[in-house]
DNA sequence: AGGCTCGGATGATCCGGATCATCTGATCCA
DNA sequence: TGGATCAGATGATCCGGATCATCCGAGCCT
């Protein structure tokens, strides 16, 4: 990926994978870099999406506020992905807030230039669709457990869906890759502080986790899924 | 719309109104009719996606079964929309089913003829992506309704958008325009069949709805609203 | 040093809603 | 016509997790 140099991680967004040396300058040359300190705000809920961002290094939450104060963390955004596409599209203020989690680098583009760069490679718009196909899916599902699911259950999901994208080897055990507070884990759980806090220790007794300070590894990864999928699956039943 | 023609309702499938007159013949050719009864599944969870639906006439509910036999209703589809388009561009196969509520027509786009489609009217695509991108956004809104909201908001929420999306004005009242059974209510809220039917009876007293056998009319939209948004919005807070 | 704040931890209490158990009235049909 | 079945309705009970109240230890700042 041309324009993926200098202070980037990762190997670029898999949606302009399909974009040729050309292409992939023509892109470039649309981009602009902006450089984030931690726990910096990019965008919040209300203002106008004048484009969208795509992650070089770092990490961002994009997390939405309810009426009463409430907060859910929608997810975790790394290297290579999209930040503020949704919004972008439907021509709206943001509905959600963007804050980085690290010292956090950004390409930016402008919303006009972005939408005609896409009638002219068709296949790159085709990938986004697949994208945002696959973030719906993953929606739906959450959705779904966030109905029917314990915290416990919860919680083991929301490990090991962090400890995927993030998570860095260390040793026998997986560092979740970055360190969020159990109140921003209980966020993004949909559970309450202390909840959280104390199923994470749960956890910890059944050796399924280890704490130490705010950090947080995964020691017994397959334990975990049996805890998320806890479901011996009754006969199916009929599909009405 | 130049397909748009006998047997369906409203005015077509709105991410294909860029299309001019030679596009829409060329979407026509690609088009096939599918027919069916009432409560007749259209796909299964499992199975291969080969193309996308778009609805006619006639209404679907595209529900998920999670492990433990719980349902939650995704969405409900009517005219003009689609239908398995998330399976479709993920090469995969469906994670949720679809079953008619009533006697229902489709149209069926075989996946290849689509995607070579999209990549030849790229608005179509951006299209599309703008229908993806406005979907995602009321999931996440339904994430965090459905994490921090109590029954009786998510019901009056729940009533309110299907009232929007289906209602038909009866006098001065509104009929939902579908039937769901209180069992369907409650998947799609996400509670008990017996709170939904409570929480029903509540509003009823309260003279929001009006409960006729299984028929039901909003009677007080306003009310509803109120609940639904059941906020004083305290002072926000930082952004943390 | 002392006095902050803040994240983490833990206990006590309370409440909403799931669950279970009936009961009713339609509809269906053998 | 009587016996299923099924949606709706309603009561009784139970439990998970939210909430509230401390308490502890680690920075942190003058």
């Not at 726990?39 to 290094?57: P, S, T």
């Not at 005609?116 to 990938?127: C, E, G, K, M, S």
């Not at 993030?166 to 966020?187: N, Q």
Request: some cysteine.
């Amino acid at each position: 990926m041309i324009f993926w140099e200098e202070g980037c991680e990762g190997e670029g967004p898999w949606i302009f994978s399909s974009l040729n040396e050309e292409g992939q300058r023509e892109l470039a040359s649309l981009l602009r870099p902006i450089e984030y300190d931690k726990d910096e705000v990019i965008f919040q809920e209300g203002e106008l999406a004048f484009g969208l961002y795509i992650v070089c290094r770092g990490r961002v939450k994009l997390a939405k506020r309810s009426s009463k104060g409430k907060r859910q963390i929608l997810k975790l955004v790394g290297p290579g992905e999209l930040l503020g596409e949704k919004t972008m599209f439907d021509q709206e203020t943001y509905t959600a807030y963007a804050k980085t989690l690290e010292p956090t680098r950004l390409y930016f583009i402008e919303r006009g230039a972005f939408l005609d760069f896409l009638r002219r490679h068709p296949q790159v718009a085709i990938n986004l669709i697949e994208k945002l196909a696959r973030e719906l899916k993953s929606f739906q599902n959450r959705l779904l457990e966030i109905s029917y699911e314990g915290s416990t259950e919860r919680l083991a999901r929301l490990l090991l869906k962090v400890g995927e994208v993030c998570g860095v080897p260390e040793g026998d055990r997986l560092y979740l890759g970055v360190d969020l507070s159990r109140a921003e884990l209980a966020e993004m759980a949909g559970i309450s502080t202390e909840t959280a806090i104390r199923t994470l220790s749960r956890l910890r007794e059944r050796g399924l986790v280890e704490l130490e300070g705010h950090k947080i590894y995964i020691r017994d990864r397959a334990g975990l899924e049996r805890l998320a999928e806890s479901t011996l699956s009754t006969v199916p039943g009929d599909s009405s």
